[in-house]
């Protein structure tokens, strides 16, 4: 399986453990950063997660899913640390967070 990380200044294919650490450390220090990281096929029914910083000193996670067909987005405010550990774990393992405490996200 290969993974792509992408920030809002540049992409990465083929990326690896150290690329997704450096994404989201610059994630942390810039306001309006962000963090995709999505695999080459979908993992439990998951296309991409992705994460930014809030107001709050915390991380806006969210799950790319298809719910009856249709693309969505589902998210959760969590820790810098659970940030990391989440989208290590994906890569690493091809574990995705369980969706149960995860909200659809609210379109404008």
Known sequence: MKYTV??????????TLDNIKDSVDTMIHYEDEF???????EI???SF??????????VIFQAGVKINGKPEVMEKT????????MLKDYFLEGKTPGLT????????
């Not at 969590?78 to 940030?83: A, E, I, L, M």
């Not at 405490?101 to 404008?108: I, L």
């Open 35 to 41: 963090v995709v990281l999505s695999a080459s096929e």
């Open 49 to 58: 997660l992705q994460a930014t910083m809030d107001n709050n000193d915390t």
């Open 78 to 85: 969590v820790s810098k640390r659970d940030c990391y550990r």
């Open 101 to 108: 405490e995860f909200t659809m996200m609210k379109y404008m």
């Open 44 to 46: 439990n029914g998951i």
């Open 6 to 15: 992408r920030t809002q200044t540049y992409e990465i294919t083929d990326c």
